[in-house]
């Protein structure tokens, strides 16, 4: 074969056939070579265990691994450079149809070509070495693995946030002046809309305003839609200070404010004054609150709550919340003391507030056919606080629910292992601040 081959566009069909079997056969044989050499370089002794190593022996493994390394590294960068290797070609302006046409289908096999090279680079870098089961260590074992997940799930964590502050921030080629009246477009949109929502309202609803009502919502139509065009003005002329802008915004938003309080007052009731807001109704379990506090403060004293309210968002129930170091003893009182006489325990569960997590419980008296929301604060550094199984046995798997999935701690519980997830996961799926250690989860 002579060193200088005729292109493949000037050779006949017999010619074509020949070179292309001419190249099956040293793309199977170079397949072949290499074969070779992963599985003479994969064929290594049986080695004895890293953890079993004395300190000279892992200081000598550590020495070859970083050998080993470096060479396939060297391998890879003299492949990488033999294969970019190419032949003088004529400049694609000076080929006719038919050499275009061949150069085209190279460029596009040569690109596949190196994005199949560079996906098995990827899974390459990505493979880790067998794991040992977390069941199968040793507690040294589980303490270490259990520290460098928590290490990687910090890791990713940081980089979520920073990617998602990236994503947040304005971008800085966009002009200000643009973005000035993007804003004041959304603005006056909104208030529009919001407007004509009160106005649809207030007529739906049949309140009659009165004259002097209707001018002032006259007289602030006028005085937005002049602030409207003067800072649009301002915006097309590019005068507009940051400081003015600012402003700007914080009157837009104050604007915002006050309309939607006008429109929950209009939707409250029949149009209230200013100076006159709506009372809300006292709750109809207002009085059994009230009894629940003052029983409690009699019996126990005045330092056993941190606060008491009827919670409105959860059909009125009454809600005590006890201090950390007494909630223990007030619940045992709530079950055993003749007034309050709670025997059934038909929620609990925890929650993730980021600055701490919180414990409710929701028990019922169906001897007084009465219910109460017993809440209690923990410390999310430390999540610990004392079982409620020992007094109520359905407390038991919720509690384990809480500990699986948010990893607060219940001191006195009976069986304080996972419920949901298996023994060897990971971290607390339900936290705020979650970072999954399986990525293909």
Known sequence: MSD??????????????????????????????KKAAKEAASEKPAEKPFSEMNEEEKAEAKRKAVEEAKRKAAEKKAAKEATSEKPAEKPFSEMNEEEKAEAKRKAVEEAKRKAAEKKAAKEAATEKPAEKPFSEMNEEEKAEAKRKAVEEAKRKATEKKAAKEAEESPSEGAPADEKAK????????????????????????????????????KAAAVAKAKAAAAAKAKASGGGATDDEKAKAIAAAKAKAKAA??????Q?????????????????????????????????LGDDILEDSYINRLAKDVPTL???????????????????????YVSELHGTDFETHMEIYTHLFSFKNNQPVALKVKVDRDKPEVASLAPLWP??????????????????????MTRILMPDDWVGHPMRKDYEPYDVEV
């Open 394 to 415: 359905g407390a038991n798997w919720p509690e384990r629910e809480a500990f699986d999935l948010l990893g607060i701690h219940f001191t006195g519980h009976p069986n």
């Open 182 to 217: 993007a804003a004041a477009k959304a603005k006056a949109a909104a208030a529009a809309k919001a407007k004509a929502a009160a106005a649809a309202k207030a007529k739906a609803s049949g309140g009659s305003a009165t004259d002097d009502e209707k001018a002032k919502a």
């Open 267 to 299: 939707g409250a009731g029949a149009s209230p004054t200013e100076d006159e807001p709506a009372e809300e109704k006292p709750s109809t379990n207002q009085p059994l609150l009230d009894k629940y506090v003052k029983v409690i403060k009699d019996n």
């Open 4 to 33: 200088q081959e005729k292109p493949f566009s000037e050779m006949n069909e017999e010619e074509k056939a020949e070179a292309k079997r001419k190249a099956v056969e040293e793309a199977k044989r170079k397949a072949a070579e």
């Open 321 to 343: 919340v006890a201090k950390h170091d007494q909630y223990y003893k007030l619940a045992e009182f709530m079950k055993y003391n003749e007034q309050f006489d709670f025997e």
């Open 260 to 265: 939607a309080a006008a429109k929950a007052k």
